[in-house]
């Protein structure tokens, strides 16, 4: 099984930039797809990025398209998610998964895998 800790959160000013990292422990990262999800006080996990097993493609929501960046280094065995351009509607736990053999999945019950979470908090 793989293991994954999330990292890179913290609290910011709206318009600010942070880069959450996602690293993997017990197995290899290159074979499993990853996602990235959140979930605001009250609200539902939602989905944020997808990537596949080797960083070829990628997805976003549309309310981050062109703010938030998923990418992976296979060698480094780490997931990341750079956000800019933060808004106060970004606030919340975000959630790295991962999803052996897959291609990636915008659905939460996709993913065998999940880090503990790491908060991030947009202030106004």
């Known amino acids: 099984q793989v293991q994954l800790v999330e990292s890179g959160g913290g609290v910011v000013q709206a318009g600010g930039s942070l880069r959450l990292s996602c690293a993997a422990s017990?197995?290899?990262?290159?074979?499993?797809?990853a996602g990235w999800f959140r979930q605001a006080p009250g609200k539902e996990r939602e989905f944020v990025a997808t990537i596949n097993w080797s960083g070829g493609d990628t997805y976003l929501r549309d309310s981050v398209k062109g703010r938030f960046t998923i990418s992976r280094d296979n060698a480094k065995n780490t997931v990341y998610l750079q956000m800019n351009s933060l808004l106060s509607e970004d606030t919340a736990v975000y959630y790295c998964?991962?999803?052996?053999?897959?291609?990636?999945?915008?659905?939460?019950?996709?993913?065998?895998?999940w880090g503990q979470g790491t908060q991030v908090t947009v202030s106004s």
């Open positions: 998964a991962a999803q052996r053999y897959g291609l990636g999945s915008i659905y939460s019950r996709d993913y065998a895998y």
């Open positions: 017990g197995r290899t990262l290159s074979t499993y797809a």
